[in-house]
T-cell receptor
Framework: EDKVVQSPLSLVVHEGDTVTLNCSYE??????LLWYKQEKKAPTFLFML????IEKKSGRLSSILDKKELFSILNITATQTGDSAIYLC??????????FGKGTSLLVTP | DAGVIQSPRHEVTEMGQEVTLRCKPI?????LFWYRQTMMRGLELLIY????????DSGMPEDRFSAKMPNASFSTLKIQPSEPRDSAVYFC??????????????FGEGSRLTVL
């Protein structure tokens, strides 16, 4: 059975800190790993990673995938209160659906 | 583009009542997914359709749950009879044909169900 495990489950940091969120997975026929941000409503897409070692970057957020060790990290630098959200990791295999982890709840305090 | 549209946004009902949740996917998207989100279990896949055909319903909890997609622009998720443990946020998501398997899903705003 496919597994997606995120850590930590929750995190509290101060504005300006840098955070690293982790996602490890066990999946047959891996195709992609996706990161989403959820702020009380619908999850919104951040990144999709399919190749090892290639960093995806968007502003203060960046992510990288290690297909050998079966994990990904999401980094957020210079955190702001608007970064407070649940960050979801999802893995896609040869099927249609995405299998989600339980998420990391991030709270950024002023 | 209007995005994925779900209704109702909130539903409060009593145990034993029938609940119907509705979803309109993004126009042109040919895959539709129903997920359920709870604090304990996170986002769980219930069922997905491709070209209006159910592909995998192994995530549907039990016979009380059923889903249909009569055409490319509409899907329903029905719970009958509802139970308190069905309380959750139900998300509908869609994916376009141009996006390969295991690509990005576009989520609706969700339907928050409370069963008393």
């Amino acid at each position: 059975e496919d597994k997606v495990v995120q850590s930590p489950l929750s995190l509290v940091v101060h504005e300006g800190d840098t955070v690293t969120l982790n996602c490890s997975y066990e999946v047959t026929n891996f195709r992609s790993l996706l990161w989403y941000k959820q702020e009380k409503k619908a999850p919104t897409f951040l990144f999709m990673l399919t190749s090892s070692g290639i960093e995806k970057k968007s502003g203060r957020l960046s992510s990288i995938l290690d297909k050998k060790e079966l994990f990904s990290i999401l980094n957020i630098t210079a955190t702001q209160t608007g970064d407070s959200a649940i960050y979801l990791c999802a893995v896609g295999n040869s099927g249609y659906a995405l299998n989600f982890g339980k998420g990391t709840s991030l709270l950024v305090t002023p | 583009d209007a995005g994925v549209i779900q209704s109702p946004r909130h539903e409060v009902t009593e145990m034993g009542q029938e609940v119907t949740l509705r979803c309109k996917p993004i126009s042109g998207h040919n895959s539709l997914f129903w997920y359920r989100q709870t604090m304990m279990r996170g986002l769980e896949l219930l069922i997905y359709f491709n070209n209006n055909v159910p592909i995998d319903d192994s995530g549907m909890p039990e016979d009380r749950f059923s889903a249909k997609m009569p055409n490319a622009s509409f899907s329903t998720l029905k719970i009958q009879p509802s139970e308190p443990r069905d309380s959750a946020v139900y998300f509908c998501a869609s994916r376009g044909g141009a996006q390969v398997l295991a690509g990005e899903l576009f989520f609706g705003e969700g339907s928050r169900l409370t069963v008393l």
